[in-house]
């Protein structure tokens, strides 16, 4: 066996296809024995050309389109471009229009807390909490799916409002679902606190300062965690915060556990508001008429997404199709500040770490076009693609 | 600090490199820079007095006719946003890198590179993000005379 000499690197390469995360990202870790010297990560195996797409396409096509950027907060994005279209066209939502799309918002924020939960457990080695976790979140997805029809696209927004209602009846089945889950979290809460392996797998673990935080542009829980103060809810409201505020969840520690805790805590923050939006919901119109055409003019929509905040540009040009529209995920700004943080850890821990910020590679890898094959008959054109959807579907 | 104080000082901070400004919404303030030079000393500008943070930079191609792109930095305080905005050519656009100012900026420069064709001088890691490696050079698909549904490949082939 030959000696390394110190200027050799060894590098680790992790993905794009690998057991610590369910979705495609590439990893590159430079180690010294089991320590990380540096990392370096490469996305865009997710990328569907979705940002050039809008370009093509009329407002209300981009809703259902942008909806699809993410599987997980979908509803987060399709509300942060009606907003954004909405303040373009100079067009009043009614407030119960807005109520039931922050409703929904935080209903998509527990079964995203859950779910991260459930990947956070299975990264440690906590398989039943993961079961349990999901087992739960599967009462959240009954109740989106009870008030929308789906499960994971809601579809709840239109330009101008929002298709549904909310009746008596689906906001009692609402209330209880909420008493099960407040139970079921408070439970969770003992277990990240006191679980012996947990604590240790967490705690003291990817430690990243309010200043670190600050500098490396941590966005969500994952600032909130560091103990930095932002939450688009709180510092911009949108939709109807402003009536039904929320009381930002913040932990100083800035290390995994604090992560975990910080969201497991803004569940009962999302039970409270619920019950109380539940209660004053305002009446009213739940849609006006918006305008075909979209006026000339550029606007920025901050919406807060379960990971953090979500930043639209849109930029119209008076037709009836935007001119160009920007869309920065949370999942970036946090991806980079973790992978800088990476150095001086031990590699084993990097899947956590990595989980820790809920990344979400959808979310990352919005913005572009076609993979290209060998083969050109393997490369199928969006023509093709959409023929091949409604002979499949028919 | 309120939202209107905020803007009234990236306003007066920006002042010396301001060409153009507009107040496009409520809580909004958009200053068009000189030229790309104007950026590290307006954004060193902002970060001294700690006004926002950089939340986002947005590419934006002014089409063919205009010949031109631009490059938006948005820095949001609270409800204020500050977008300091700068005209390029559509030849030879290139800006100067905030990573050493603001490391978070690495991620956003890299999109606006691989997706504008717009040089980041001084890029820390330039390599592709999103884009695939075999990505053919001189394509920059965010542009509005790149069509997605005919990829023009490095051996020529076009889409079926």
């Given at each position: 066996m030959s000696v390394r000499t110190p200027q050799e690197r060894f590098i680790v390469p992790i993905g794009?296809?690998?057991?610590?995360?369910?979705e495609p990202g590439h990893f590159e870790f430079t180690v010294d024995g089991e320590v990380v010297t540096g990392a370096s990560v490469r996305l865009g195996?997710?990328?569907?050309g979705i940002e050039k797409a809008t370009e093509g396409r009329n407002w209300i096509q981009n809703l259902y389109l942008l909806e699809r950027?993410?599987?997980?907060c979908s509803h987060i994005h399709a509300s942060a471009y009606a907003l954004g279209v909405e303040s373009l066209a100079g067009v009043t939502v009614p407030p119960r229009a807005q109520a039931i799309r922050q409703l929904v918002a935080e209903l998509e924020r527990i079964h995203s807390h859950l779910l991260w939960l459930g990947v956070a457990a299975h990264e440690s080695g906590f398989e039943t909490l993961f079961m349990y976790t999901w087992r739960d979140r599967e009462r959240v997805m009954d109740l989106l799916e009870a008030i929308s029809?789906?499960?994971?696209?809601?579809?709840?927004?239109?330009?101008?409002?929002?298709?549904f209602d909310i009746s008596a009846e689906q906001a009692d089945a609402i209330l209880a679902g909420l008493e099960f889950l407040e139970e079921r979290t408070d439970h969770y809460l003992e277990v990240i606190r006191t679980d012996a392996l947990f604590v240790r797998r967490?705690?003291?673990?990817g430690v990243m300062t309010r200043r670190q935080a600050e500098v490396l542009g941590a966005v969500g829980p994952t600032a909130r965690a560091s103990?930095?103060?932002?939450d688009i809810r709180v510092e911009a409201p949108y939709m109807a915060y402003r009536d039904f505020p929320v009381v930002i969840v913040m932990d100083t520690a800035g290390d995994l556990k604090a992560r975990v805790e910080v969201r497991i805590r803004e569940l009962f923050e999302c039970y409270r508001m619920i019950r109380v939006m539940l209660r004053d919901l305002p009446p009213g119109e739940l849609s006006v008429r918006m305008p075909r055409r979209v006026p000339a003019g550029e606007t920025v929509s901050r919406v807060e997404a379960p990971r953090g905040e979500l930043f639209y540009f849109i930029k119209g040009?008076?037709?009836?199709?935007?001119?160009r529209i920007k869309v920065r995920t949370p999942s970036i700004c946090n991806m980079d500040s973790v992978i800088k943080l990476?150095?001086?850890?031990?590699?084993?821990d990097m899947p956590m770490i990595l989980a820790g910020i809920d990344p979400c590679f959808s979310c990352n890898d919005r913005s572009l076009v076609v993979r290209r094959s060998?083969?050109?008959?393997?490369l199928w054109s969006w023509e093709a693609l959409r023929l091949h959807g409604i002979e499949a579907y028919r | 600090m309120n939202t209107d104080e905020a803007l009234e000082l990236a306003e007066k901070l920006v002042k010396e490199w301001t060409v153009d400004r507009a107040t496009?919404?409520?809580g909004r303030l958009d200053l068009t820079l000189?030229?790309?030079?104007d950026l590290l000393p307006a954004v060193a500008a902002l970060r001294v007095q700690r006004?926002?943070?950089?939340s986002a930079i947005t590419g934006i191609d002014l089409g063919l006719e205009a010949n031109a792109l631009e490059a938006l930095y948005h820095f949001c305080s609270g409800e204020a946003v500050v977008t300091l905005r700068i005209r390029l050519p559509r030849e030879g656009a290139a800006v100067p890198s905030l990573c050493e100012m603001i490391p978070s900026a690495g991620p956003f420069e890299r999109e606006l590179r691989e997706m504008f064709g717009i040089t980041v001088v001084d890029l820390p890691d330039p390599g592709?993000?999103?884009?695939?490696?075999?990505?053919?050079?001189?394509?920059?698909?965010?542009?509005?005379?790149?069509?997605p549904q005919v990829p023009t490949t490095a051996t020529g082939e076009g889409g079926r």
């Open positions: 794009p296809q690998h057991p610590a995360l369910k195996y997710a990328h569907r950027v993410c599987g997980i029809g789906n499960r994971v696209n809601y579809s709840a927004n239109v330009l101008g409002g929002v298709k967490t705690s003291g673990i103990g930095v103060p932002r040009n008076g037709t009836d199709q935007p001119e990476a150095v001086g850890h031990q590699l084993a060998q083969s050109a008959a393997e | 496009p919404q409520p000189a030229k790309p030079d006004l926002g943070y950089l592709k993000l999103y884009l695939p490696d075999d990505w053919p050079d001189g394509q920059f698909p965010l542009r509005k005379d790149c069509d």
